[in-house]
């Protein structure tokens, strides 16, 4: 068990729709990290936070928003979903420097009808 | 920007035998280099990273390299056991603070029984 937990587990939604992922970082973590992975692209990096800022953004789109709250947990927004949005997305969390360990959940699988 | 190659084929081993994945990476010479796990469905497990100052470290049976020169790193598994099937991604971290971490796409390890 990571420690990290995400929120659904599984969402199935449909085009032109907007969704909430969850994420409650191990206890201590400061840093979020949330991760896109498809079959054909791998894991890609979409944002992190620390401490409630916004540290560095990936391929985020434009359509996507995240935020970290003051008791650490984040979420991750995704409007006018698309059919090419499906896929798993991860959070992860580390102590805060990028150096360290990242401890992952297991992920919100998104499925768009 | 950097770029991370892993050989996306999958690599069928023999139980007991040892197991050699390969992480390349081009653009700039990281101050580390990290190594996850993963398993289908599940998200990326931390399993060892190794700094440009050390040209191996070892954890149980894994052991890994970094070749700065060659711009390389090897992960091996020794006396390999099906269980070790799964995904290895390798890490780099960002060029500068606001920069992102980047993973390779990984190599799936199938341990022959």
């Known amino acids: 068990d990571s420690g990290v937990t995400q929120t659904p587990k599984h969402l199935i939604t449909a085009t032109g729709q907007r969704v909430t992922l969850r994420c409650s970082p191990r206890?201590?973590?400061?840093?979020v990290y949330w991760y896109q992975q498809s079959l054909d692209q791998g894991l890609q990096f979409l944002i992190q936070?620390?401490?409630?800022?916004?540290?560095a953004k990936g391929n985020i789109l434009e359509r996507f928003s995240a935020q970290q709250f003051p008791d650490l947990h984040s979420e991750l927004n995704l409007s006018s979903l698309e059919l090419g949005d499906s896929a798993l997305y991860f959070c992860?969390?580390?102590?805060?420097?990028?150096?360290?360990?990242?401890?992952f959940g297991d992920g919100t699988r998104l499925s768009i009808l | 920007s950097q770029k991370i190659e892993q050989n996306s084929e999958a690599l069928n081993i023999q139980e007991g035998k040892t197991a050699t994945l390969t992480c390349n990476y081009t653009?700039?010479?990281?101050?580390?280099l990290q190594w996850y796990r993963q398993d289908p469905g599940r998200g990326p497990v931390f399993l060892l990273l190794?700094?440009?100052?050390?040209k191996e470290k070892r954890k149980e049976r894994l052991k890994v390299t970094f070749d700065t020169t060659l711009k390389q790193s090897l992960f091996h598994i020794t006396a390999s056991q099906p269980a070790d099937s799964a995904t290895y991604l390798c890490a780099l971290p960002p060029m500068n603070r606001d920069d992102k971490i980047i993973f390779g796409k990984g190599t799936r390890l199938h341990i022959l029984p």
């Open positions: 936070y620390y401490n409630g800022e916004e540290r």
């Open positions: 992860a969390s580390s102590p805060g420097q990028v150096s360290q360990p990242q401890h």
């Open positions: 206890s201590g973590d400061l840093s």
């Open positions: 190794i700094r440009e100052n050390e």
């Open positions: 653009n700039y010479s990281p101050a580390y």
